[in-house]
T-cell receptor, first 114, second 117 residues
């Protein structure tokens, strides 16, 4: 069974600052993928960034980057130059080869303030 | 990419009734899923909608309560049957585009906010 844990229910960051959201996971699979999804008040789930477990290089997408520590089973999301539009729930998710379905963490509510 | 249209976007229903939620994808997709998201909570997978066969349900969810159809590669429905206030939740449809589902992006509908009174 797969589990995903997000230990920060809520976070706050000032505009233009940097914030890091934590995520740990557990799986016995060797081939898996990790995702961060954003859910703004509109409820639309949006993919932020994706990491393949077999890649050592951390994924980056513009202002978003991850710190993937495979041995520690840690997958944190760093948002640089935070913008008001980043205010949303952020979900860490895991997809493994055998399950082919996403397991979500409990989410972190991020508030970006002026 | 894929655009998923889900309807209704919200509904208020009487207990004991049933509601069918529709999910339409603008392209053929390999796998479709239905999730439940209770207020302020994470997403819980209800079932995988299989094209042309019975859905695969997760532990705690049964076909009699949540019948699912998937008549083709672009359309699925979820019915919430014999509703009670505990069924009040957001229901989301999700799909993976062609390719190996494990590494492809999952696209989501905007969800259906259901309130049972």
């Amino acid at each position: 069974a797969q589990t995903v844990t997000q230990s920060q229910p809520e976070m706050s960051v000032q505009e233009a600052e940097t914030v890091t959201l934590s995520c740990t996971y557990d799986t016995s699979e060797n081939n898996y993928y990790l995702f961060w999804y954003k859910q703004p008040p509109s409820r639309q789930m949006i993919l932020v960034i994706r990491q393949e477990a077999y890649k050592q290089q951390n994924a980056t997408e513009n202002r978003f980057s991850v710190n993937f520590q495979k041995a520690a089973k840690s997958f944190s999301l760093k948002i640089s130059d935070s913008q008001l539009g980043d205010t949303a729930m952020y979900f860490c998710a895991l997809n493994t080869g055998t399950a082919s379905k996403l397991t979500f963490g409990t989410g972190t509510r991020l508030q970006v303030t002026l | 990419s894929a655009v998923i249209s889900q309807k209704p976007s919200r509904d208020i229903c009487q207990r004991g009734t049933s509601l069918t939620i529709q999910c339409q994808v603008d392209s053929q997709v390999t796998m479709m899923f239905w999730y439940r998201q209770q207020p302020g909570q994470s997403l819980t997978l209800i079932a995988t909608a299989n094209q042309g066969s019975e859905a695969t349900y997760e532990s705690g969810f049964v076909i009699d309560k949540f019948p699912i159809s998937r008549p083709n590669l672009t359309f699925s429905t979820l019915t919430v049957s014999n509703m009670s206030p505990e069924d009040s939740s957001i229901y989301l449809c999700s799909a993976h585009t062609a390719g190996i589902p494990v590494n492809t992006e999952a696209f989501f509908g905007q969800g259906t906010r259901l309130t049972v009174v």
